[in-house]
């Protein structure tokens, strides 16, 4: 059993910060057999791709409507990913998931969300 843990979401500001992190644990797991990926949900819309970063982490990819503000990171010593969010917009404003890929055994684990929040 594989648990994804989100946290660091809330209400903020236009143009404010957010610091999201990911915990992943489970019995055998390997976290860094896993690309790590943030998603988000809004209201009415798809859940979209926001960020991924490598098994390694040597690289990361980015949605054109994020880049260059967040910024996606893993310690595989605590088994955690984070998304650094800055300049926020209220268009940010989404449930924004956690998601484990394996992408040789086509494993894949979601965690339950966190609610991010931007508005005056």
């Known amino acids: 059993q594989v648990h994804i843990v989100e946290s660091g979401g809330g209400l903020v500001q236009p143009g404010g910060s957010l610091r999201l992190s990911c915990s992943v644990s489970?019995?055998?797991?390997?976290?860094?057999?896993?690309?790590m990926n943030w998603y988000r949900e809004a209201p009415g819309k798809e859940r979209d791709l926001v960020a991924t970063?490598?098994?390694?982490?040597?690289?990361?990819y980015y949605d054109a409507t994020v880049k260059g503000r967040f910024t996606i990171s893993r310690d595989t010593t605590k088994n955690m990913v984070y998304l650094q969010m800055n300049s926020l917009k209220p268009e940010d404003t989404a449930v924004y998931y956690c998601?484990?890929?394996?992408?040789?055994?086509?494993?894949?684990?979601w965690g339950q969300g966190t609610q991010v929040s931007v508005s005056s």
């Open positions: 970063i490598s098994s390694t982490g040597s690289t990361t």
């Open positions: 998601n484990a890929e394996n992408r040789e055994t086509r494993e894949d684990y």
């Open positions: 489970g019995f055998g797991f390997t976290f860094s057999r896993y690309a």
